[in-house]
């Protein structure tokens, strides 16, 4: 009996040299996809966020979803219209994206945390207007709506509430410098925000295994091969966004992005705390 | 033409006085009533409260917004069902109200006061745990589903985000103990946030003037004084409850209630900073 | 009867941009001429500067006493001489002139400033050896004794005083390396003040409009036209050390010197929080 | 594969609940016993201590080392003379002690706690005059010599070091008010310095599995069972004085004192973060 | 040689013990009398303060300056006229007061500080309106005009300037409520300054040994004596009101007043610094 | 009997420009050499070291005790072995040595500081591995075992420790990269200590009266005369590692060594506080 309990006491010092390691630094993760609808991994998220914060580090976490907004648009009988992926987004789009990002998913992560035991607190791009937003501007000139890009991030806000001890939980939602609601991409997001805290780490959650090459995943790439891949025909039509996100956050002050799959176990521990992770990890070396 | 800017100058210096009187003072403003739907009002409003917080005052904004949930509620095909004036909220008419409320209304207010130029930040009692909350219990123990009364307010959060030179703004939103979310009455919350933060200062902007007597405005009462008017036929069914939170909040810390007309232009400065007052003043004298 | 209120509320919001603008500012005011023997203006100066303190600004005042002293120079039987403008200054006279400015002016304005609420403490350049000083040098080598010039200003006294809520009320008394006495130019102390505090802005209260063109008020010069104008032959005799001064503060970190009539009412507000200013002001752009 | 990294997240999430309730906790750890010769067994105690430091825990290392002193006693020919189970101790015996405790067993310590990543710190009693000591009275006025108890501990130097990221090493040695140096009972000090440090955990690190009944260990005792344990005869001679000075600790600010066994693989994270526990726990419940 | 510079390393050694007791000290020393014309002994006063500084040590000096008054009095040709003891003060009277007291004799301790080396800055009760002061009432209702007493001292300007390495040197003026001039007796705010500071010695530099007793000075007193002593016919006529001050200092939380001849050389340093000390020492035992 | 207390007062004040010069000053003084075997001196030492840290200078001290291990190896039984003035040093050297130097010696001196008033610890490199060590490398590759030199000093907790109050006291024991234990020359690691604090002041007490040359003092060099002489033949073998040493501080941070004669009484106060210094002083001029 005392065998099994020591057992686990040994994996607890296996986290040690990540614990040490990792004491202090900020990460920032994109909490998404379909990690979003699984009621036991949601629980075990907000679990591994808390450990997180008790053992040093300071997670901060981005969030979107789509997949919600067009539940509730639906809803209220509104047609979703998309182009080149991207929602067309009018006034009462604009309206019922910021009710459910920040009204509705952006509470539930919130009280996620809670329930887990941590201080976590929801803030949006408009709080003491952290982000700078514009209109994005597509390549066509289409007109989007209210759809925009984080131009800078004012970081003063979640660094008060981090170093406080609570939890920051951002949704990608912000203003314009004429008052104007913007729903912004989640992922370009959490790469701002990165690099607005000068954090070391971005971990994105997805749906997916990590980057693949012919099915097999890839479990690591340097800024070079990153480079590369992004340009080359394999890379995937959902994945190629997100590793532009990531080759922007490497380009800055982040050293690794990690993009994961959110809906394994404890995804983020496993990442994070064990030697081999379980994703894909993507380095700045050779940039 | 000098003569008119000296006079500018005087009615600033006139301020001083009220200036210093609440410099460094809290002071809890509950937001509602059809200053929400003013949209002239609420520019002055957000005037208003970036003033007192660079005079050096720390203003707290407290809101609800029944009527925007009827409305979006209505929108959703859902029809609102009320019990002794209060909504009966099952599971869905949570949801709806905690968008709107946490997801709409709150995001509005932050944004006004921050085009304003002060630097407002969203909250809710979900936020770090903020209330601890439980279902109401009716009279009669009719089921009136998530609704809730704030038991206590931790108000750590508030004091951090105040005291970094943030204006909190926070809905009327709570979660039990056990997770479940809870609409709250607003007037309710902004006693307890004022007990909690021990201000010295509570302020409800309303629809009507203040407390009315035979078509009179009472522009003073004590404790004593609105005590004997709680329990007397001529208070109105809509100001009894108001009356409550200001009797209540009046036994603790706060030394004055301020029940004004929150669409009068300017209400808040009017009430705070010039000698006459503009809606009925209840003060903890004779208690 | 409210719209006479509301109107005063919109005026104290007028100052809002001003109030936004200027907080946290370091400003230094040169009090003197004939504002100092009006007792009604005296009151106002004060109540400006408690305003200036409250609503986040750090005023820091300077002053001379030319008048004052000849006033008891002439009580006690002694004549005053002066060279170029200068007073000649032998033992008993600097005993003098330390009694009226240290002694005397010094702590009527401190006086004046508490009595209006603010907190000021009285300052010479002997406190904490703030200055550094020594006997000037007249073009002809003329003695004239103890009169003198500071070399440079020690603000750490002053930024402790500012920073815990004090109003330093200066005057223009220093001492030698070797422990003499000296008088100085309270125009020249207040630009090394402003100069050894990195303040922005500078103000200097006279007994005129400020400069003046062919009898018409020049509201504004930005450097290089200052510079011209006091090169040019149609500049007072009166305004040209001032002028000197002002250039000399233009060239550090100062950015805007303000000379405006210190007996018009209330003029201190009126420049900093109107918008067309009553004044000359002298910007160090194109320096 | 991924399974079995998954079953090692869910043990690291196991200790969350401990790492939340011991979080900013100071426990004091008496290290001692056999544990101190087995090679092995000291890296997994220092891997140990320093995993509660980075989980967000204060400890707190105290240590004797009698028989290491006996050792170096023999190897220079001194022959140890004990009394009633105390050291007799004359001057050239003391210096062997302290030699011994401070300059050898103490070293070890803090280099074995900073291989395995920590920041340890050794100190003696005599550092910064740290415990008040005297000489300890025997019941029948045997003169011991050089034995010491403590009378009293001054943390400051403690609190200092560990507030500033260290991890306080203390030999149990220590020097009365006249400068004689003492040699004190181990178990003793740790007492006394939980109770200065005003700590809630007090852990003795033994070399039984904590207190036995009729060969089985009784894995359990409040404050009134120990006592009384105390004071029946199956106690056994070697826990006596043990149970004193776990029942001292407990009648002071100490909540929880374990007896447990060092020699167990990472004996001290079974007992914090496990369930069940490995040795013997007495409460202060029921004093 | 060596053994000269020997003895003065011992010397400088005996002060170590008065050094560590009085480390951290505030320390009120009235400076008056003749001490205030012997130009050699300036020097001494002030380096002893300098010293006492740099050890440790908060000095805190108040001063008054009778005779200096009466001089320029007399060179502006009016006439002293004393009551009791008291010096009647009407408005030039006053005036003439504050400039001897504020811009003379403040200035020159001030300077003669900083010449040896410290950092002074001059204050008076008005500077940030640190004493609460009144008219005093003389027993038969004579009118004495500006006189005053002070009732309550704001200590939180000299606790500012102490904390930061400065010394406060204080004149003895004071303004009423409303806003009247009031000039004070030196000792008594002395006492009221050591009070307000919670003070544990309060030293009085007189023109005497100290308290004589039959042409015999005693060198200590206790609390009960110092009463007993200050009812008898034996009290001199000048020593009688120092004795009520001190014996008001200690009845609060003054442990000692020292009263000393200033005029012996290094007063200061011998009371504190050597184990006999040169004057009356009175102490709170026995009270 | 006054006069006399007058002079002490007098002296007390001779040392007040050097209290000045010196305040808040780090100084590193390398204890050794004969000293440690005079009883009355070290007493001496202990009690200047205390006046040093109470008038606000910041004393470190470093040492070694190279007889004391010889006289304990020998007691041991064993034959200490020499090579180069080095001590071969095996494992079982480097126990005997540690236990020396880290449990008696430095314990001694800490204790007789703290008898003197101060408030001691003791370190080692080892603590909180504050020494980067590894082994010498001699000339010729001789294997001198574990003997290292310091290649860099983390001052961390020195700082912590000194601006918290404590003086630091230091034994030369470090350790490598790699765990061994290693043992370094005292005037060596005091250099490293000094130049890790970017000391100004170095002081080594040594059984020499200081650099001789000629059987005459040098009392004073600069860089490139020390430089010169310790090229020259002149310069003893005792001599030449010890102004070795003094170069290597003086390259860095450090402006002036001293290298004095420690069993000189109060040998410590003598060269800082006294005008004229007891040994050698070699400045940092001309390199």
Redesign the interface.
């Given at each position: 009996m005392?065998q099994e309990?020591?057992n686990?006491?040994?994996?607890?010092?296996?986290?040690?040299?990540y614990?040490?390691r990792f004491?202090g630094a900020t990460i920032v993760i994109k909490y998404g996809g379909s990690l979003m609808v699984q009621e036991e991994r949601k629980g075990m998220f907000a679990?591994?966020i808390?450990?997180l914060k008790?053992?040093?580090m300071n997670p901060v976490i981005v969030h979107g979803g789509g997949k919600e907004i067009s539940r509730w648009m639906e809803?209220?009988g509104k047609k979703a219209v998309f182009v080149d992926g991207l929602r067309v987004t009018d006034a009462e789009t604009m309206?019922i994206t910021?009710?459910?990002?920040?009204?509705?998913i952006?509470?539930e992560v919130?009280?996620l945390i809670?329930?887990a035991?941590g201080?976590?607190?929801?803030?949006?791009g408009?709080?003491?207007?952290m982000f700078r937003a514009e209109r994005m501007k597509t390549e066509k000139d289409r007109d989007l709506g209210q759809v925009g890009t984080v131009t800078s991030v004012d970081v003063g806000?979640i660094e008060?509430?981090s170093n406080?001890g609570?939890i920051p939980v951002i949704s990608s939602?912000g203003?314009s410098e004429d008052?104007e609601?913007l729903n912004m991409n989640a992922d370009d997001v959490a790469a701002a925000v990165a690099l607005g805290l000068g954090a070391k780490k971005l971990v994105y959650l997805t749906d997916v295994q990590g980057i693949m090459k012919d099915d097999n995943l890839i479990p690591a790439l340097d800024y070079a091969e990153a480079t590369e891949l992004l340009n080359s025909p394999t890379i995937s039509g959902g994945m190629k966004p997100k590793l532009e996100c990531s080759l922007h956050a490497l380009a800055g002050t982040v050293d690794n992005v990690h993009i994961i799959n959110g809906s394994?176990?404890?995804a983020v521990?496993?990442e994070l705390?064990?030697d081999?992770g379980?994703g894909t990890m993507i380095t700045s070396d050779g940039k």
């Open positions: 005392y309990r020591i686990k006491a040994k994996i607890l010092l296996e986290a040690l040299p614990i040490k004491h679990a591994d808390v450990l008790y053992v040093g809803k209220l309206e910021e009710m459910v990002l920040s009204g509705k952006n509470n919130v009280s809670n329930q035991g201080r976590a607190v929801g803030l949006s408009k709080d003491a207007r806000l008060t509430l406080d609570y939602v203003i008052g609601s394994v176990e404890h521990l496993l705390f064990t081999i379980i």
